[in-house]
């Protein structure tokens, strides 16, 4: 069974910092882009950033840029996004997803291109 799971939210002051993990089971990533995404309350769900099969390309949203590190192990079948000076803004649910990916091909940036989704881990950043 294909399953993604994500970890590693939780409530943060504004400043702080948080490492998702996104684990799967029953698929290997080593052939699947990642993404992440967030979705707040009354938004749209946004692209956050991703990473390609081989970890040679990564995508992150401007609002993001210079925050936060996609990183993979893909030896360990998990993908983490490692988030600092966090936001109020940053507020959301956030999720990760998969999808498989040509050779060399680079990672999506939207969520209609990806199959498989986890269930979402909150994060709050909040004094």
């Known amino acids: 069974q294909v399953q993604l799971v994500e970890s590693g939210g939780g409530l943060v002051q504004p400043g702080g910092s948080l490492r998702l993990s996104c684990a799967a089971s029953?698929?290997?990533?080593?052939?699947?882009?990642i993404g992440w995404f967030r979705q707040a309350p009354g938004k749209e769900r946004e692209g956050v950033s991703c990473i390609s099969s081989s970890g040679g390309s990564t995508y992150y949203a401007d609002s993001v840029k210079g925050r936060f590190t996609i990183s993979r192990d893909n030896a360990k079948n998990t993908v983490y996004l490692q988030m600092n000076s966090l936001k109020p803004e940053d507020t959301a649910v956030y999720y990760c997803?998969?999808?498989?990916?040509?050779?060399?091909?680079?990672?999506?940036?939207?969520?209609?291109?990806?199959?498989?989704w986890g269930q979402g881990t909150q994060v709050t950043v909040s004094s």
């Open positions: 997803a998969a999808v498989r990916l040509p050779i060399g091909s680079v990672c999506y940036d939207s969520h209609e291109d990806y199959d498989y």
């Open positions: 029953g698929f290997t990533l080593d052939y699947y882009g």
